[in-house]
């Protein structure tokens, strides 16, 4: 699957022509109904459910993959990281599914870091394989077990693809959630699953920071650093045009 761990270890991160299309077939028109959804008016759900509730796994390796997040000093795309931790628990709650908390907060913790903070050591093609390849050293540090390894390294290189079908059964609910989150803090999309409450609590916990701004620089320092990336491909098909236009404002 392109964006896969797998895909990965074959492109480094680079698409070929033939893959671009096929990833543009695969996700511009689900992702554009989905962003497109966020400016309609949606009855707002009443579901109780507050930061509170948020559990957040308390063990050596999340406060290692936390120190990892906060040496990057980038202090948007580490609130931003904890939003996407936040509004992926949620979304599970809201679907009812079952997923291993700490598996997705190491995900979200660390699926950014190779963007935030690009080391020259890694000569990968797309910043989430960076991402992936010092999540596995840290996974490796800690004797994480492999399977949830992989899918930790699944959810992070995936969460770039821009939509992920949930009805695909070879997908974990990790490796959706993350994509589902981080597109729901980047543009917007499944916020109106969440009521104005728990949305104003959790933004005030963790402030945006101007995160469509600095986002939005970081992308572009990315498009320079690997042209064939997804992240080159998702800006020619707009993806900064949607961040600026999203319902967070900044």
């Known amino acids: 699957m392109i964006g896969s761990r797998e895909w990965m270890t ?35 759900n009443t579901q109780q459910f507050e930061l509170k509730d948020i559990h957040i796994p308390d063990t ?39 997923f291993d908390e700490e598996s997705l907060l190491i995900a979200s913790l660390m699926h950014d870091v190779g963007l935030a903070d690009h080391q020259a050591q890694y000569s990968c093609q797309c910043f989430t394989l ?20 992989d899918n930790i390294s699944d ?8 939509y992920l079908d949930e009805n695909n059964q070879h997908l974990s609910k990790e490796v959706l959630l993350l994509q589902k989150a981080t597109s729901c803090d980047v543009i917007g999309t499944d916020l109106a699953l ?3 409450q728990f949305k104003d609590e959790v933004l005030a916990q963790y402030p945006r920071h101007h995160f469509n701004t600095q986002f ?20 020619k098909l707009g993806l900064p045009m949607m961040i600026q ?6």
């Open 155 to 162: 959810a992070i290189c995936l969460h770039m693809n821009g």
């Open 245 to 250: 236009m999203n319902i967070f404002k900044e």
């Open 60 to 98: 050596t390796i999340v406060k290692e993959a936390i120190a990892e997040l906060d040496n990057t000093k980038h202090q948007a795309i580490i609130n931003h990281s904890w939003r996407s931790y936040i509004w992926g628990v949620a979304i599970a709650q809201h679907k009812n599914w079952q």
């Open 194 to 196: 969440f009521s104005t």
């Open 10 to 44: 074959l492109s480094n991160g680079k698409l070929s022509f033939k893959e671009k299309v096929q990833l543009i077939k695969q996700v511009i028109v689900p992702a554009t109904l989905s962003y497109s959804k966020t400016f309609s008016k949606q009855p707002e």
């Open 130 to 149: 960076e991402s992936t390849l010092r999540s596995e050293s840290l996974c490796a540090k800690h004797d994480f077990p492999q399977d949830q390894t």
């Open 216 to 235: 939005k620089r970081l992308l572009k320092a990315e498009v320079k650093r690997n042209s064939q990336s997804r992240t080159t491909l998702m800006s």
